[in-house]
């Protein structure tokens, strides 16, 4: 009877686990989602990295990154997800993107100062935030520095339709 009991725990624990950490990126997404709609691009990326920012250090450390990135997988293939199929499928891909390149060679691109932690201006260093919604800036061409992206990205860029 005990080890039916704790056989029944160990496999309800991860599931729960899994609820908290899908509910973690649902209030992440109910409360950026609709301000980066609307608000300017740089108070949109602010309060992202605040609620992503766990320890409020104000740098994001490659774990933290490693978790947001499986917990937004696992958001993603919940079944509450309300996302159309064009935002599920761009997820997707942006998800495909950081797993070819690996989020490790990711993060040790944009970490200038080498001190295993992105500081805000590292983390946005290839977008020009302004008073603009996030969805009007990365349309712009003008204010991402593709130069770098594409460097960081490496040889995905010749499989993606980057602008010049």
Sequence with gaps: MRWTVVLAALMVSPAIANEERIARFAFLAETVGPLCAQAASEVCAETA????????????????????????????????????????????????????????????????????????AELTADIELDERPLGVVVLDSDAIDWPSLRERLGVLTQALPLPQ
């Design 49 to 120: 990295f605040v609620l992503v920012d766990e320890n409020q250090d104000e740098a994001l450390t490659l774990e933290e990154l490693t978790e947001l990135r499986n917990d937004l997988a696992l958001w993603l293939n919940a079944d509450e997800t309300s996302l159309t199929s064009t935002e599920a499928n761009t997820i997707t891909l942006a998800l495909w993107i950081i797993d070819t390149i690996g989020l490790a060679t990711l993060f040790e691109s944009y970490d200038a100062d080498a001190d295993d932690r992105l500081d805000f």
